[in-house]
């Protein structure tokens, strides 16, 4: 039997363990560092009292890593179970508290359903599989895209005339940016619209976060897209990583969005990263895949979102099998 207590902000370093030891066997290498893992304990809106679980053996060892995390004041609530490898059954016990408090989250938001994402590597066949056998159902794919650099000496990105690019320093920048963000997103898979002191909090929050790598484009003056990056990558890999690239419908199909991925791929070369890395919805509403793969990047991996719908009162939805311990 497992016992299971909240999580706290020192347990990164046992978390980290792992998930490193999960993603070495479905991936062969680690997939995450110790600074990503001590960000989402601390990341607004995570509520860690209320929102996470870590289950220990008799002997200490963390077997499980649980938790529920809104996105916003919508019904969508991201969610994940990770556990040893051997220790499988114990996910049977940590998904009900997960989709539970799922349930709680939006019906504390007045919804009267959530929606549940779960993001599981494709190479993961066990997770595929126990995410199915509880009522999830295929949602959407992020392909892992990355390209190489030739050093810091590759040349910097002509911007044509009418074109003009500024800087995420400045706070006028940046919520015009988040502005040009949610517009151009509103119809992409998963989208809740989220309000510009929560969109800054939370990169703020994150260790990786540098406003530098925030670009705003305008075209004849007006706001037409913004890519952002950060340093998510730089740790393990020394890469860069576009977090969002965005350009608003209006402005789609002149080449802006091609001009602002490869002012970032300059802006990495530039910094001394030897790649950019970035995640591309293969169902997006625009033809990103093929913009990235036509830029030179190749893909590394592939992670598929699975989702599932619950009423938040009401019946029951529970799947055959899920048994809840105390």
């Known amino acids: 039997m497992h016992r299971i207590r909240r999580p706290r902000v020192d347990d990164a370093a046992a978390i980290h363990e792992l998930i490193k030891a999960r993603d070495v066997a479905v991936l062969g ?54 556990v040893r490898p051997g220790a499988e059954p114990l996910a049977g016990r940590l998904w009900p508290l997960v989709r539970d408090r799922a349930r709680e989250m939006a019906a504390e938001r007045g919804h009267d359903g959530v929606t549940l994402h779960v993001g599981v590597y494709r190479a993961d066949r066990g997770k595929q599989a126990t995410v199915e056998a509880l009522g999830f159902e295929p949602g959407t794919s992020f392909h892992r895209m990355r390209i190489d650099h030739d050093g810091p000496g590759e040349a910097p990105v002509e911007v044509p005339a009418g074109i003009t690019l500024h800087t995420g320093e400045s706070e006028q920048v940046r919520r015009v940016a988040h502005a040009v963000q949610q517009e151009a997103f509103a119809e992409h898979f998963g989208f809740v619209p989220v309000g510009y002191d929560l969109w800054h909090e939370r990169r703020q929050a994150q260790s990786v976060n540098d406003w530098s790598l925030l670009t705003l484009a305008r075209v004849d003056g007006r706001p037409a897209g913004m890519v952002m990056g950060n340093d998510q990558f730089v740790a393990d890999e020394n890469c860069g990583y576009v977090a969002t690239l965005a350009v608003l419908p209006a402005y789609r199909g002149r080449g802006l969005g091609r001009l602002l991925l490869r002012h970032a791929f300059a802006a990495d070369a530039a910094r001394g990263r030897v790649g950019t890395i970035l995640h591309v919805d293969s169902n997006n509403t625009t033809p990103a895949l093929g913009l990235y793969e036509s830029a030179g990047m190749r893909q590394l991996m592939v992670i598929d979102v699975w989702r599932r719908r619950l009423r938040t009162a009401g019946g029951s939805d529970a799947v055959a099998g899920e048994v809840l311990q105390h």
């Open 29 to 82: 290498a680690p997939d995450m560092t110790l600074d990503d893992v001590a960000d989402e304990l601390v990341e607004p809106g995570f509520d860690r009292d209320t929102d996470g679980w870590l289950a220990y053996d008799d002997g200490g060892r963390l077997d499980g890593w649980a938790w529920a995390c809104p996105t916003g004041d919508g019904d969508l609530v991201d969610v994940d179970v990770i």
